[in-house]
């Protein structure tokens, strides 16, 4: 059987939590606020995830035009609303509950800005590409609150942004093998959710308080994340008296080397260099930067 194979869907080891800490706000962007758990000057990278941020933002505040190249970024809104717009004419909304699946590859300059009143609130992952996909042309996969796929059962309701759970699976195609899954357990829910044993997994917390790997845990609060060991599964307890709110990202390891600047994600210096050099004279899948602003961009200008 291949370690990418989950056998059943009875968690016989669990995976215990083997690190945790709370990932605090920090100002990103231009006046957003982040909170960071993979990504932060302790954990650079966790294999293959370079970074995750719930990410909350108020007009004019936002991410205006910016690069990205070789890796890619998931969007998952969770509060109203942001506008993505991007250099080779690819734009839209993300509202709450839709996601977007961006593959940078060789490269892309986009801008994501408030498209609604208050604060938008959501969640961006990034995860690494092997050496032979960091170069392969952009592509978006997009999918709408109303059509990711969701099901409830036992007290265990899931939205499954890729991969599977509790028998049903994501149409998302994931360049890196990923496992991504919003869990929300009803007050005394019980969950077993199997993951492959050789990919690494990790926990974020986004509402309430349970009890995770054993039992006899004590339990962790929202916004902390959890690193868990070895074993085939997750197993979690909402012994609390409000919903648990949580997802689960789980992916297969690279193990190749990295070398990050920024924005910019690669295996070496020299290739880097070649990133930079392709940036600031618009070339090798930078070349629409030459006459590009985004709108959001062009209004501030203005």
């Not at 669990?14 to 302790?42: C, K």
């Not at 839209?92 to 800005?113: F, K, N, P, Y």
């Not at 609150?145 to 059962?153: H, L």
């Amino acid at each position: 059987m291949k370690a990418t194979e989950i056998s059943s869907n009875v968690v016989k080891e669990p995976r215990l939590v083997v690190r945790r800490f709370q990932a605090r706000p920090q100002h990103e962007g231009v006046g957003a606020v982040v909170r960071r758990s993979i990504g932060r000057s302790d954990l650079k990278y966790f294999d293959p995830f370079l970074l995750l941020d719930e990410f909350a933002v108020s007009a004019p505040a936002g991410f205006p035009d910016h690069p990205h190249r070789g890796f890619e970024t998931v969007t998952y809104m969770l509060q109203g609303a942001i506008t993505h717009e991007d250099f080779k004419g690819h734009k839209g909304t993300i509202r709450a509950g839709d996601l977007q699946w961006m593959t940078a590859g060789r490269g892309i300059v986009h801008s994501e800005m408030p498209a609604a009143e208050g604060t938008q609130m959501g969640l961006q992952l990034w995860i690494n590409l092997s050496s032979k996909h960091k170069m392969i042309e952009p592509r978006y996969q997009e999918i709408q609150s109303k059509d990711i796929a969701e099901t409830i059962k036992d007290g265990v309701r899931v939205r499954v942004i890729a991969g599977d759970a509790l028998g049903t699976k994501s149409p998302i195609y994931t360049m890196t093998p990923t496992m991504y899954l919003d869990f929300t357990l009803k007050p005394q829910a019980h969950l077993q959710q199997p993951i492959p044993i050789l990919w690494n997994a990790f926990v974020y917390i986004l509402e309430g308080e349970g009890t995770f790997g054993s039992s006899k845990s004590v339990p962790i609060r929202a916004h902390h994340t959890l690193l868990l060991g070895q074993g085939d599964g997750l197993e979690v307890w909402n012994k609390s008296y409000e919903p648990l709110r949580f997802i689960l990202i789980s992916g297969e390891p690279l193990g190749e080397p990295v070398k990050q600047f920024g924005p910019f994600v690669m295996n070496t210096e020299e290739e880097i260099e070649q990133t930079f050099n392709d940036y600031e004279n618009c070339t090798n899948g930078f070349e629409n930067m030459k006459q590009w602003r985004s709108q959001a961009k062009l209004d501030v200008d203005i």
